[in-house]
């Protein structure tokens, strides 16, 4: 169903070169439903599929029985990534055209996409049973393979499918992609240069020419790609706004605003482009033009997670404390807030109030909200802190200063209390863990997602008392860098993350290593598709990281057999649990694991957790010894080792097929 360049050529002549914003007006202008059909294709071919999804309903509404318009909807919401909606069209185009094996293999390639492998299965092998060299339902069974994780499989597909047409377009680049993702990059190079020879005068490939030297660094060569296909097609909005990101990855933000621009003035509407300039201002020195970009790409698409990271991550580094964007889109976090709250939603509700604090650190809602909610989740000593950081603010109403007092009366007979230990001012022992996004690794629809992702989950990761996350240069070309800048900062472990992004999944993949060897320790793998994806990706991906690390405490004091320790119910304790003390100083990280060990001689008596505070604990100490060598400072660890939390399934794979449809189409 692919559309060929010379159609795309003939189409643009015949229809004269109508622009991607004229779709608007040739729905609402142009009556011939066949002409509108026309020019939706001629969006389709170019990515512009929004257009294509307007001229095509267009020419329904024309003529609600025209098929080849259902067709181009199911196709274009395919490529949406809306699966159940390109099957609504797909069957009510069946209905006018129940022989075409082409929609069969559609109907396949959906049926994928819904998790149902043996259904599409079963409809490729019908279509080869009817014709047995149809080579979409060859690319369907390799996309099958790669679905199911099988790419070697799907690679000979490819290779045998060359055996029948050398030239095929699709086959060519699908192996470049496989070809790379194999780690075998001169036959990725060997199949590139095939698909360049036999398809020169397509500005399609030389547009997937130009991804692949984006991925490889080589952008010089990149952008000559990427001036030929718009040479071929001016109107290839995607050629050039990628364009617009190869400068940007050069450093010539000007140069990518001037690319961004001219396409702007043929179309206001797409989202990635508002984004993609928002950026560039923001790295040309203007935050505030770079806001204004990213918040009319905000306004097109809502709920463009990446698009607000960026910006609100702008606003916080660029704008003053008190300034009314920060209020603005602080309220914005508010209100979602509340939403969750209203649902029971605590976790999630408590999060939207952290960011919301994070914009407008000063302002009373904000933090009222958020310590409210520590009240509900049972830590009445926190939500205390938090009204007192308001009333140092200069918020003395009645309520903040009644709540002060009647807490603070309620905490009288709390540990903390009876020990005189401030455990909301403790130096408490903290894990240190670096981290770094991995820029090669990295498949992005927003150009530099993946740096806006790690900087959004560096935010999250201050949240733990017990973790501490040096600042590091982020960004880094190879695990090898992320390595030595670790030990040059002596950090415990370091986390190397890269991200696979489509328009409704986000992928990211986080690796885990020892810093002292190296040594990967642990992968954790999050997937997530629909609304808040990627709020609830690094959520998720930040919740596991840190129930990985194991206890690590300090014995704070000890009376006689009573002692108090510096952990409590923030880190699930239970009464009755022991813990063992350890020589100050003995304890070390274990080195094939995550976890802390210290020599037997080392362990000098044992903890009993029996009253819980929310940062502290007081228990028994028993000594292990005639001579009793217990003092405070020393160090408190699981007395036997923490079993490692076993991997969710709710990992997923990177969506090496999203990336390869997004490349050839269908």
């Known amino acids: 169903m692919k559309i060929p360049a010379a159609v795309i050529l003939a189409l643009s002549l015949f229809l004269g070169l109508a622009p991607a914003s004229d779709a608007q007006a040739g729905a609402g202008v142009q009556a011939d439903p066949k002409m509108l059909y026309q020019r939706g294709r001629m969006e389709q071919a170019r990515s512009n599929l929004l257009a294509a999804v307007e001229l095509y309903r267009a020419a329904l509404i024309e003529n609600p029985s025209y098929d080849k318009p259902l067709i181009g909807l199911a196709e274009s919401f395919f490529a949406l990534e809306e699966y159940e909606e390109a099957l609504q069209y797909l069957e009510e185009a069946q209905r006018y055209d129940r022989g075409n094996l082409d929609l069969i293999v559609l109907e396949g390639r959906i049926a994928i996409a819904l998790n149902q492998p043996a259904r599409a299965r079963q409809l490729f092998e019908s279509v080869l049973d009817s014709e047995p060299n149809n080579l979409e339902a060859r690319f369907g069974l390799a996309e099958l393979d790669i679905a199911q994780g099988r790419t070697r499989n799907a690679s000979q597909r490819y290779i045998e499918t060359l055996k029948i047409r050398p030239e095929s377009q699709k086959a060519l680049l699908s192996l470049v992609l496989l070809s790379e993702a194999q780690g075998d990059e001169v036959a990725a190079r060997s199949y590139l240069e095939l698909a360049l020879k036999y398809h020169n005068y397509d500005p399609r490939v030389h547009y997937a020419a130009a991804r692949y030297s984006v991925e490889e660094g080589a952008l010089k060569q990149a952008e000559s790609y990427l001036l030929t296909a718009i040479a071929l097609d001016e109107g290839y909005t995607e050629a050039r706004r990628l364009l617009a990101q190869v400068h940007l990855m050069r450093g010539d933000p000007q140069a990518a605003i001037d690319v961004l621009q001219q396409i702007l003035e043929t179309d206001r509407t797409i989202p990635l482009v508002w984004y993609s300039l928002g950026l ?235 810093t002292a060897t190296g040594k990967k320790l642990r992968t954790y793998r999050v997937f997530r598709t629909g609304n808040d994806r990627v709020q609830d990706n690094f959520s998720i991906l930040a919740d596991r990281v840190f129930a990985a690390l194991p206890l690590r405490g300090t014995l704070l004091a000890r009376q006689f057999d009573r002692g108090v320790i510096d952990l409590g119910r923030a880190e699930e304790l239970a009464e009755g649990l022991q813990l063992a003390v350890v020589r100050k100083g003995r304890v070390r990280l274990e080195s094939d694991t995550i976890g802390v060990t210290a020599d037997s001689q080392d362990v000098l008596g044992s903890f009993t957790v029996e009253a819980l505070d929310e940062l502290i604990s007081e228990g028994t100490v028993t000594k292990h010894s005639f001579f009793d060598l217990v003092n405070a400072g020393d160090e408190i660890i699981p007395l036997v080792p923490q079993p490692e939390p076993a991997q969710s399934e709710d990992a997923g794979q990177p969506g090496l097929l999203r990336r390869l449809l997004s490349l050839v189409g269908l």
């Open 280 to 514: 560039a201002y923001d790295r040309s020195g203007d935050p505030e033009q770079a806001i204004r970009s990213l918040a009319q790409a905000l306004r097109l698409q809502p709920d463009d997670e990446i698009a607000r990271i960026v910006l609100e991550n702008i606003a916080l580094n660029e704008l003053p404390i008190d300034d009314p964007i920060r209020e603005r889109y602080a309220a914005y976090h508010l209100d979602r807030g509340t939403l969750f709250r209203e649902r029971n939603l605590l976790s999630k509700a408590l999060l939207e109030y952290r960011r919301a604090l994070r914009l407008q650190p000063e302002a009373k809602q904000p933090r009222l909200l958020y310590a409210e909610l520590h009240r509900l989740r049972g830590f009445p000593e926190k939500y205390m802190r938090e009204l007192e950081v308001l009333r140092d603010l200069g918020y003395t109403d009645a309520p903040i200063l009644d709540d002060i007092e009647i807490i603070s009366s309620d905490l009288y007979d709390s540990v903390s209390s009876r020990w005189g230990i401030d455990q909301y001012g403790l130096d408490r022992r903290r894990f240190s863990m670096a981290l770094y996004h991995l820029v090669p690794a990295t498949r992005e629809l927003h150009p530099f997602a993946g740096l806006a992702a790690a900087e959004y989950l560096y935010d999250l990761f201050h949240r733990y008392a017990t973790l501490e996350v040096p600042e590091t240069s982020l960004n880094v070309d190879s695990y090898e860098t992320a390595f030595r800048e670790a030990r040059n900062l002596g950090s415990d472990y370091f986390l190397v993350m890269h991200i696979e992004e489509s328009e409704r999944s986000f992928t990211t993949v986080l690796d885990q290593y020892l």
